[in-house]
Nanobody
Framework: EVQLVASGGGLVQAGGSLRLSCAAS????????IGWFRQVPGKEREGVSC????????WYADSVKGRFTISSDNAKNTVYLQMNSLKPEDTAVYYC?????????????????????WGQGTQVTVSS
C-alpha cells in the first residue's frame, strides 16, 4: 500500500521557521521524486519544491527560493522541507506527492500533472 504521510505543520509568527516531513512507504523510493505543493481555498494548487532522491536534483518556486530547503534522507524514505523566514502568504495546506523519475523534468517545472501519488496535507499558518 502506497503511503505519503506529511507532518510538521503548525502556527508560527512571520519570520519564524518550520520543518515539514514526508514519510514514504509502499513503493521504491529511489525510482521517484518527491514534491511539495500548497493550496489556499479559492486558489490553484501551487508547486513549492521537489527533489529526485536518486541524484539529489532539486527545484524551487521563485516565491520560496532562498527561504526553503528541500532534502532527502534515503535511509528513512523521508523528504523534508525546511521553511525559514516564513511570511503570511506562505499560509496554506502543504501536500507531498511522488513522481516517477522519468517525469522529473516536468515536475521541476512546477507541474502537478506528472505526480502519481499524493498524501494528506499538513496545515501551515503564519501570523503577522
Amino acid at each position: 500500500e502506497v503511503q505519503l504521510v506529511a507532518s510538521g505543520g503548525g502556527l508560527v509568527q512571520a519570520g519564524g521557521s518550520l520543518r515539514l516531513s514526508c514519510a514514504a512507504s509502499g513503493f521504491s523510493f529511489d525510482d521517484y521524486g518527491i514534491g511539495w505543493f500548497r493550496q489556499v481555498p479559492g486558489k490553484e494548487r501551487e508547486g513549492v519544491s521537489c527533489i529526485k532522491s536518486s541524484d539529489g536534483s532539486t527545484w524551487y518556486a521563485d516565491s520560496v527560493k532562498g527561504r526553503f530547503t528541500i532534502s532527502s534522507d534515503n535511509a528513512k524514505n523521508t523528504v523534508y522541507l525546511q521553511m525559514n523566514s516564513l511570511k503570511p502568504e506562505d499560509t496554506a495546506v502543504y501536500y507531498c506527492a511522488a513522481v516517477l523519475n522519468e517525469y522529473f523534468v516536468l515536475a521541476a517545472m512546477g507541474l502537478d500533472d506528472p505526480y502519481h501519488y499524493w498524501g494528506q496535507g499538513t496545515q501551515v499558518t503564519v501570523s503577522s
